[in-house]
């Protein structure tokens, strides 16, 4: 599966794609909102996973650009930090499939990411 991370926080996008890479997945790796759209206009992922507040371009502004062009079946999960229940429930409004609040364990994003992997089985 190929997932586009977008996230301005290099540790936390380092973090993120070794464990998405670890579990097999393909990652596309993006440290603003801008950079973001265009390659998910470039490379159609099969999942998005995108923090909220990034430079250029926001995380709102990510989901709601997949969305008008056609990306209802692109999931998309929100990283988002604590105490930001009104951007999330924004988020969420606009498409958004999921979220996950920072700081988080690797070992829930693998589970969150494999509800979206159809090739994958959870038992």
Not at 3 to 27: F, P
Not at 51 to 60: A, T, V, Y
């Amino acid at each position: 599966m190929t997932i586009l991370v977008a996230e301005d926080e290099m540790i936390m996008l380092k973090t993120i794609e070794l464990r998405l890479k670890k579990d097999g997945h393909e990652v596309i790796s993006c440290q603003d909102g801008r950079e973001a759209i265009l390659k998910i206009g470039e490379f159609s992922p099969d999942l998005i996973i995108t923090d909220i507040m990034m430079p250029f371009s926001s995380g709102l502004e990510i989901i709601e650009t997949v969305r008008k062009k056609g990306g209802k079946k692109i999931p998309i999960i929100v990283l988002s930090a604590m105490g930001q229940e009104n951007v999330v429930l924004e988020a969420f409004q606009l498409g958004a499939d999921d979220y996950i609040t920072k700081p988080f364990s690797p070992n829930e994003l693998s589970m969150r990411v494999k509800r979206y992997n159809p090739s994958s089985v959870i038992l």
